[in-house]
């Protein structure tokens, strides 16, 4: 389903390394090695793979397991208190929080980098740029044919991830609602909600009638990215580092780590790694957006 | 004296496995009445039999999921009947035994055939094949899904119609050669019709492996929660109950509406599965009646 998502990927090689070496210390504490459990959003969840690797050269003795499954899937296990911290790239709903406090867990939030949500067609589709409006209306199911947009006499295929992923939810939002709140439009009945990025990508790689979105870190080149425009007078952008933090690219959004007050110290110290240049680091070369210098915000 | 008391013991704990099953399947009655029925107290009856499914902005409607389960299973069964049939009256009735020898593992192999496998090659390589061939606008389809139900269905259908072949006395074949029907008229007109309740059997035992199929279905139907307007809606993507249930489960928040929802299409499945097998087995039941009467 998830195909690397889904994979429990538990980091246990370097927890081995750390054993053999107390043994040899002989004078460690018993309990040199603390666990902690990251769970949540696929879009997330190769880089938050990454840093687990990166950190075991920083803190061997802390052993962290990723797992994906999806933004509400990741804040459900940190409002039960399974997991130590929830990967998320849309912000927590305020049922959950609700929840989670009454469960008694109150939820922190950290940004952790930013993401750039690409719009991809076929390669061999020739419409290379749209304005928001116009995706829009392709997902609420307005337009179903791309000569209307000036495109070859082709049905549309509306893709789509499940609604348990940040990424849809986010879309809904800032795309087919073009981020009015009030707007209570939802996506055409006939677009495919498929179980994965990869699946998006596939399916937009081999079928010239197929739109679809995923984050910038998982575009491959089989696929084309259009470059948006927030409205039709405006400039069309295509998706990347520099126009996302310009602010000129207008699907991009924050990543979020959600973490509970009373968090070991071994977390925080592990999120405010996160937030170091080296980390960050790690985030420009997948593909993501770094937060060190967006503080002025969007 | 030993060994009575240790047959007694062997006794007592086969009988708790057997009776341990009748627990089991209570218990999940139980827990799946528990946690769906009150989607009946908290979703209107109008909304919850509604046109369109999107849960997280409170659209609960499931006939869409309904008739995407049924449709891909009739597509898959279409599929399923002519080859699994075919294949048993082959295996049993024609085949020489060097080719039975190979054919049977091969089946075997096919059901033992993880789904997610199946679901792997029908994205890489029956989706695209189909969108190309028959023109559609995607390949991820009720279609896909429903060929690759086939192809898990079949060997299910394979083995027990070709028990209930074999268990066709020989003497039925025998007297319809002497009355001087050829090869093909004994098959078709008295070792089929002789075998009609265990196809049946083997037929619906189909429907109900493919209709709680839930993987394969999931990666190539496109999942879109489309109401079925005609018969072209085999063509079209469609959203199937297995699949709603595998994939929002993980996310939904423990006691909420949409939980409750998901349970209860759980519900849904279970009685339609249930049916299926109470119809399976009063068809076999039936017929073993009859063939008792015949022989008295």
Known sequence: MKFAARTVVVITLLTILAACGSASGGSNSPSASTYIQNKGSDTIVNLALAWAEAYQTVKPDVRISVTGGGSGTGLTALISGTVDIANASRKIKA????????????????????????????????????????????????????????????????????????????????????????????????????????????????????????GLGYVTPEVKMLAVARTADQPYVLPSVESVNNGQYPISRDLYMYTQTGAPQSVLDYLSWILSPNAQQIVTDLGFVPVLNTTAGK | METAKGERWITWIIKISGYSSILFVSLILFFLAREGFPALGEVPLKDLFGARWYPIEGYFGIWPLIFGSVLVTV?????????????????????????????KPIIEILAGLPSVVLGFLGIQLAAPFFRQFLNLPTGLTAFTGAVLLGFIAIPTIVSISEDALNTVPSTYRHGALALGANHWQTIWGVTVPAARSGLLTAVMLGVG????????????????????????????????????????????????????????????????????????????????????????
């Open chain 1, 95 to 214: 049922e959950e929080i609700q929840a989670a406090e009454a469960n008694g867990i109150e939820p922190v939030e950290h940004v952790i980098a930013r993401d750039a949500i690409a719009v991809i067609v076929n390669p061999e589709n020739p419409i290379g740029e749209l304005s928001l409006e116009q995706i829009a209306r392709i997902y609420r199911g307005e337009v179903n044919n791309w000569s209307e947009l000036g495109g070859e006499d082709r049905p549309i295929v509306r893709l789509s991830r499940e609604t348990n992923s940040g990424t849809h939810v986010y879309f809904l939002e800032e795309v087919v609602r073009l981020g009015d709140k009030e707007n209570k439009e939802i996506f055409s009945a006939d677009t495919l909600l498929l179980p994965s990025s990869e699946g998006i990508i596939a399916e937009v790689s081999d079928n010239p009638n197929a739109i679809g979105y995923d």
């Open chain 2, 209 to 296: 492996r493919s209709i709680g199929e839930t993987m394969a279905v999931m990666m190539v139907t496109g999942n879109a929660p489309v109401l079925p307007r005609s018969l072209n809606a085999l063509f079209l993507p469609a959203r199937t109950m297995t699949a709603t249930i595998a994939s929002e489960m993980g996310e939904v928040a423990t006691g909420s509406m949409h939980y409750h929802v998901l349970f209860f299409i759980g519900i849904v499945l279970f009685g339609i599965s249930l049916a299926v097998n109470l119809t399976a087995s009063s068809l076999a039941l039936r017929s073993r009646k009859r063939a008792e009467r015949l022989l008295s």
């Open chain 2, 75 to 103: 597509g898959a069964l279409l599929i399923g009947i002519p080859f699994g049939i075919g294949t048993a009256v082959y295996l049993s009735e024609l085949a020489p035994a060097w080719i039975k020898n190979i054919l």
